[in-house]
């Protein structure tokens, strides 16, 4: 019996094998050269992916899919996942084009009108109504999630050039200035670096620095204070500080001024009117931590601050209080609400789509770019130079009801001086609106008030008697957080207030988790009803509040639970005994 040979064909190795074009959607050459001049000299850098991103949008007006592909090339990242960031991000917009000869062109200008809760109280969507017609098809008018000037409401956005108190006319006006598609200039801050040397200035620092104080002393003196995290979770400062320098080194500091809940200003507020008193609590904190490097996150709304503060920080570097500095990084938000949530910004900050993090470990042991990590809002920082020269007990002595310290209410709504007021801790809602706020704008009677901004529930003017700050507001359903009060009076319905917040909760929501991403878009849609299915928005808000990642889907259902407990008559309840049944 013969036996017939098989020859066996010979197989080629991955590296003999030669493609007559390479594997995947090409890179337009164009769109390349294009990136890549925009790009320059710059280092490339994975975690630099949003700040590239702002390069091209700024550029162009827009995202083409065919810059996204030469982005991928370029940083040898696939095109997958320098989409799914971009298009993660609000400020980015993405148009599909295979090359930039098939890119549509972008609209000549985009105004944003803000339709948050202070906003839509002044007569936002009426202008949104009206503003197509009158600007006309070369400007694209679109609403926008509150951009921080709640005090100066209804407010549009004419590309980056903010337009307080808005009407039709002024946004006009605004759209025809030669500046209207320039980026927007530097904001010249009311006390100067040599202002805020001439009243003792980085003085602080400069004693840490040559060893005259000493660092165990510094955070003693936060404790004593009673200084917490004055981004929303009240973390005591002088504790968090103590728990990252005890990790090992190298580590980093993370810097919220992302401020994006609905009635929050008071950041902005305060980086327009002393930016190096914040600069000083920075240097400060990273010198008794042991900070290698900081990272600045701003968000993209305050354009100006942006310029002022590249400008300040190019500043220090060529002129330093002291003789080195940590290395500083200023990073640009992209319009996600998300990442004022610590690990979301620390995830953002590294070029990645702004998701919570699971806990633990948490952000002090493991944060950005799994060093230990200090995270800290603006607005703590900006206490510290202060707190440290006048002593902590300085600090502690204001407040009232007991409480202790000082609280920078951002206060807007239906008030005669809406602004960011400076004012002990613990003063009550009645007492902030007499003493600071000028009363109630005329022919308005207080109906109810936002204690916390969009997350922080909603209180009736019966309740406008107790103590705002930390831990007061949590037996009534709600919190303090930034300390965003909105007032509203008795031409509005809370009904109303919690569909604009619900509706805000639901755009922000970042997906990652089925309770929020699910629960907010069924509530809004439960919600629009003339009637509301109480049995159902109960079974949501339990389930958001118990299965959520982050504090977004735990909060959200804090509007819903409080107009079924405060104002149960705008549904057609006799009482909330009623409406708890």
């Not at 996942?81 to 090359?99: K, L, M, Q």
């Not at 202070?118 to 007569?123: I, Q, R």
């Not at 000082?406 to 206060?411: E, I, M, Q, T």
């Not at 949501?540 to 735990?554: E, F, K, V």
Request: proline fraction near 7%.
């Amino acid at each position: 019996m013969s036996s017939t040979v098989i020859p066996i064909k010979s197989v080629e190795t991955q590296a003999q094998r030669k493609r007559a074009f390479p594997k995947g959607r090409q890179a337009d050459p164009l769109a390349v050269q294009q990136v890549q001049s925009l790009l320059g000299e710059r280092p490339l850098r994975r975690d630099h992916l949003i700040e590239y991103f702002h390069l091209i949008q700024d550029r162009y007006r827009q995202l083409s899919t065919a810059h996204l592909a030469a982005l991928s090339q370029i940083l040898r990242v696939s095109q997958s996942e320098v989409f799914e960031v971009a298009s993660f991000y609000h400020h980015f917009d993405i148009v599909r084009a295979d090359s930039v000869a098939d890119t549509p062109d972008a609209p000549a200008l985009t105004v944003r009108v803000c339709d948050g809760i202070a906003c839509e109280l002044a007569g936002a969507q009426d202008l949104l109504k009206r503003l197509p017609d009158i600007l006309g098809t070369e400007v694209r008018v679109i609403p926008a999630p509150c951009v921080g000037r709640c005090n100066a409401a209804p407010v549009a956005v004419v590309h980056q050039t903010p337009v307080e108190l808005a009407d039709a006319a002024k946004v006009q006006e605004a759209c025809k200035k030669p500046e209207a598609k320039q980026p927007a200039g530097a904001f010249v801050p009311a006390v100067s670096r040599s202002a805020y040397e001439e009243q003792g200035g980085y003085s602080t620092l400069r004693r840490l620095n040559l060893g005259e104080l000493k660092g165990d002393d510094l955070i003693a003196e936060l404790e004593q204070s009673h200084l917490r995290g004055l981004g929303g979770a009240g973390f005591p400062a002088g504790k968090k500080w103590r728990i990252v320098r005890d990790q090992l080194a190298p580590r980093l500091m993370a810097i919220n001024i992302d401020e994006g809940e609905p009635g929050t200003f008071k950041d902005r507020h305060w980086l327009e009117h002393n930016p190096h008193q914040f600069l000083e609590g920075m240097l400060i904190a990273a010198q008794v931590v042991g900070i290698d490097a900081i990272y600045v996150y701003l968000r993209d709304e305050y354009h100006a601050l942006r310029a002022t503060l590249e400008a300040l920080l190019d500043d220090l570097r060529a002129n330093p209080p002291v003789a080195t500095l940590p290395v500083i990084e200023l990073r640009r938000g992209a319009g996600a609400y998300i990442c004022g949530e610590e690990s979301a910004m620390i995830e953002s900050i590294e070029g990645q789509r702004g998701m919570p993090r699971l806990r633990p470990p948490y952000v002090a042991q493991v944060g950005l770019f799994g060093r230990p990590t200090l995270e800290h809002n603006f607005e703590t920082l900006y206490w510290v130079p202060e707190i440290l020269r006048k002593g902590g007990q300085w600090f502690a002595s204001h407040g009232r009801h007991g409480r202790k310290g000082l609280r920078s209410f951002s206060v807007s709504g239906r008030v005669n001086k809406p602004g960011v007021h400076l004012a002990p801790a613990g003063i009550t809602l009645a007492e902030l609106i007499d003493e600071y706020c000028g009363g109630m704008l005329p022919g308005h009677t207080l109906y109810g008030y936002l204690p916390g901004g969009a997350s922080g529930g909603i209180l009736p003017a019966s309740l406008a008697n107790v103590p705002l700050d930390f831990d007061t507001l949590q037996p009534h359903g709600c919190f303090i957080g930034s300390a965003a009060i909105v007032v509203f009076s008795q031409a509005d319905r809370a009904v109303n207030v919690a569909r604009n917040l619900m509706r805000f909760f639901r755009h922000e929501s970042c997906g990652q988790c089925t309770p929020c991403r699910e629960g907010t878009a069924k509530a809004v849609e439960l919600m629009d009803k003339p009637q509301w299915d109480l049995e159902l928005l109960g079974d949501l808000s339990t389930l958001m509040r118990d299965a959520s990642i982050c504090g977004l889907g735990q909060a959200a259902p804090n509007p819903v639970d409080c107009v079924v407990k405060y104002f149960p008559h705008e549904l057609g309840l006799a009482s909330s005994t009623e409406a708890n049944k």
